[in-house]
């Protein structure tokens, strides 16, 4: 492979040729020259030589002849030159990785492009669902929370619909306190309504993320969760049947211990 530049240690070439002529040093450089230049070994013909050494009296052709005897190895093929053949194997080499490592980066590109490309079309087919649901979630943040507003959307909306999807889009409507009442006692749970309505409507009306949907199945959950010696809802602060609760479990394994161990200590008495 033919090179533009070659690499030229000038004290690796001094310490080699301090006893070369002028004419000697000038056929020299240009036979390395154009062995870098066409990457391949001197031709074996004497008139090319004195060519490419412009050497065209006797002096020269003697300087030129000198130089091949001394630095270079004469093969059928042509003069090789040991030290240039090892340093155009290692820029080869050299140029070989680098093309390597641009094609794998070349290749990563495009599959980097090529992943952009699929998420930008699987974004462009999400849109139209992504602008819809936050359309509904809009509206459903912006309904008024007065129970004649609400009556007044659900009818609207309805209008054109028939009376089963009607149904289906029917908002939730929080209950009075005098609803949660009648719904306690007919239950007969003892839970407090007032109490009921003002922890749902500081919430509004929401359990955890999620809008309710049906307050009698709230209503149900409470009375699962309910304390059967306090009447208190378990996780609406109520710390003191808690650390009553914990005492009593401390004081029922120390008496366990206690009787494991055969009772209290003589000392103790």
Known sequence: MAKAWFPFYFSDYTSKTE???????????????????????????????QRICRAFDTEEVDAMNSILDQ?????EDGYRHVRIEEELDKSNEISKKRSEAAQKRYKKDANTVQLHSKSNANAEV??????????SQSQL??????????????????????????QKRKNFVPPTIEQVREY????????????????????????GKTKLKDWK??????ERNRDPKTGSQSGQGDNRSRAKR???KL?????EDIERRGGFPESLG
Not at 26 to 47: D, E, F, I, V
Not at 141 to 155: E, R, Y
Not at 251 to 255: L, S, Y
């Open 126 to 135: 999400l849109q139209p669902h992504l602008q819809t649901q936050s359309q």
């Open 246 to 248: 914990v005492s009593d």
């Open 184 to 207: 306690c006692l007919e239950r007969k749970n003892n839970i407090n309504p007032e109490n009921f309505v003002d922890y749902y409507t500081a919430n509004g009306w929401m359990r």
């Open 217 to 222: 199945a709230c209503i149900r959950t409470w």
């Open 251 to 255: 004081d029922e394994i120390a008496r």
């Open 141 to 166: 943040q912006s309904q008024p929370h007065s129970q004649s507003h609400q009556d007044q959307n659900i009818s609207e909306k309805n209008i054109d619909l028939p009376a089963e999807k009607k």
């Open 71 to 75: 630095f270079f190895e004469k093969h």
């Open 19 to 49: 006893h070369l002529t002028l004419a000697e040093h000038g056929a020299y450089l240009l036979l390395m020259g154009s062995y870098y230049k066409t990457g391949c070994k001197l031709p074996a013909n004497a008139k090319q030589l």
